[in-house]
């Protein structure tokens, strides 16, 4: 079946460094791809998507990158800050969206 | 209304009461879904609704029932529950996409936080 793969599970970085998250995913077929940021308690919510025509796509600090052909996307956060520590979630779906597979999660902290 | 509203935030039950959850948006949105998010784990899908009909079941047990009564409201009704299943159950709806099941970004509600004694 459909699978998503995150990595790593666990991110801690210093106040102003970057992040890298990464995932894979197993269905050819998707073709959106959204990162959703829980925060403790909270529901998620979506930071960032990106459609399969597109490579790239940032927004202020956070872009993310698609490689179709190897079937990773990354999730890039510069000039990290302790309110970005949360659990970070990526996502695959594809068609209308009707069954979107989240990766296991990445917990960043990050160290003021 | 940009918000996803579920009732009740916090709920105890018994393995033999019978208890519902609900879920409300005003956005116009005709996919509705549900999610189950156990500690430390990604959401899982339980169910989607498509413009007020069931579009998929992950094989989730008889004893979850879901509902969509209208195009704002999902309900899951909730009867003779084993303690595995304390979660928080996360509702979510999209923008109705071609094929009906939504374009993409999910809009999530706070959940409701369920524990089953």
């Known amino acids: 079946g459909e699978n998503v793969e995150q990595h790593p599970s666990t991110l801690s970085v210093q106040e102003g460094d970057s992040a890298v998250i990464k995932c894979t995913y197993s269905?050819?077929?998707?073709?959106?791809f959204p990162w959703y940021k829980q925060e403790l308690g909270k529901r998620p919510q979506l930071i960032i998507d990106?459609?399969?025509?597109?490579g790239e796509k940032k927004d202020q600090r956070i872009a993310v990158t698609l490689n179709k052909t190897a079937k990773h996307f990354s999730l890039h956060i510069t000039e990290t800050q302790p309110e970005d520590s949360a659990v970070y979630f990526c996502?695959?779906?594809?068609?209308?969206?009707?069954?979107?597979?989240f990766g296991a999660g990445t917990r960043l902290f990050v160290k003021a | 209304d940009t918000e996803v509203t579920q009732t009740p935030k916090h709920l105890v039950m018994g393995m033999t009461n019978k208890k519902s959850l609900k879920c409300e948006q005003h956005?116009?949105?005709?996919?509705m879904y549900w999610y189950k998010q156990k500690a430390k784990k990604p959401p899982e899908l339980m169910f989607v609704?498509?413009?007020?009909?069931?579009?998929i079941n992950e094989s989730v047990p008889s004893r979850f029932s879901p509902e969509c009564p209208n195009s704002s409201l999902l309900n899951l009704h909730l009867h003779a529950l084993q303690p595995e299943d304390s979660a928080l159950y996360l509702c979510?709806?999209?923008?109705?996409?071609?094929?009906?099941?939504?374009?993409?970004?999910?809009?999530f509600g706070e959940g409701s936080r369920l524990t089953v004694l």
């Open positions: 996502a695959a779906s594809r068609g209308g969206g009707f069954k979107t597979i």
């Open positions: 269905d050819s077929a998707s073709n959106y």
């Open positions: 990106i459609r399969s025509n597109v």
């Open positions: 956005m116009g949105h005709r996919a």
């Open positions: 609704y498509s413009y007020e009909k069931l579009s």
């Open positions: 979510a709806s999209a923008r109705p996409g071609l094929a009906g099941g939504g374009t993409g970004e999910l809009f």
